[in-house]
């Protein structure tokens, strides 16, 4: 399988505080990343090294094959950030508007084509809201708002779904019903990378985990990271408690 995300040796630091020391791991194509540490473990840091958001301060990080500073093919990436889906926001657009934005990097400065706005649809199926079309995003629950962003993402051919705590704010059942989608987007040969605080969650669904505290304590399959001592090392006693039903 070929490298999504390849990073070597990564630290990174805000002034004189160190959010990720010496890090290195490499995403496969097809891989469901969990990404799990404490709160102000580094995880979002790392994500956004992961996509370019911020530079590193020493160590090398490739996207798709490419160094992340020199990779420009946004419609790649389908990031959903915690703010994207726990705040509904101003802007007084349709969901099929939100889904639309998807194919703009593909349409470049041409109209969109029939061929466009089937795919929009096609996304929109695919995550089960084609009846909330017309509905403006702003008066969307936290749920339907994560999976406007996911057909998004879709709608844009996106390989890579990168997902920093999507179900903040979101019901049990919606919960369920959203990471049921994410494996089977994964099914379907889309690499994800998933930011969760519920570890039980993370186990049950990721088949690599990575656990960060500043540093990684565990990078592999999630059957290693759950035999593993890692959990006590990046936790402390505070740990939750692992489901793993793989």
């Given amino acids: 399988m070929n490298p999504v995300v390849d990073i070597e040796n990564v630290t990174f630091a805000y002034g004189d505080s160190v959010a990720v020391r010496d890090v290195s791991l490499t995403i496969s194509e097809g891989d469901f990343l969990g990404l799990i ?3 102000g473990s580094g995880k979002t840091t790392l994500l956004h090294l992961m996509l370019g958001l911020y530079a590193p301060d020493s160590g090398s990080i490739e996207l798709f ?3 992340v500073s020199e990779f420009d093919r946004g419609e790649r990436i389908g990031y959903v ?3 994207a889906t726990s705040r509904g926001g101003t802007m007084p657009v349709t969901v099929r508007e939100v889904v639309t934005m998807g194919r703009f990097p593909h349409a470049g400065h041409a109209r969109l084509t029939e061929r466009d706005r089937e795919i929009v649809d096609d996304a929109m199926e695919t995550v ?3 009846d909330l079309a017309d509905q403006r995003a702003n008066q969307l629950s936290g ?3 994560q999976r406007a962003f996911i057909a998004r993402a879709l709608a844009s051919e996106a390989d890579l779904l990168a997902l920093d705590e999507p179900t903040v704010g979101v019901d049990a059942e919606s919960r369920d019903e959203f990471y049921r989608l994410l494996e089977s987007l994964n099914e379907s040969g889309i690499t994800i990378v998933l930011i969760e605080h519920d570890i039980g969650v993370v186990t049950d669904r990721a088949d690599h985990i990575a656990c960060i505290n500043q540093e990684l304590y565990h990078h592999g399959d999630t059957e290693s990271f759950v035999e593993s001592d890692a959990l006590t090392e990046a ?3 505070s740990g939750q408690v692992v489901h793993h039903h793989h």
């Fill in 37 to 39: 540490g404490p709160n």
């Fill in 65 to 67: 094959g490419e160094p």
């Fill in 81 to 83: 950030s915690q703010q």
């Fill in 128 to 130: 089960g809201i084609t």
């Fill in 143 to 145: 749920g339907q708002r």
């Fill in 235 to 237: 936790y402390g006693t």
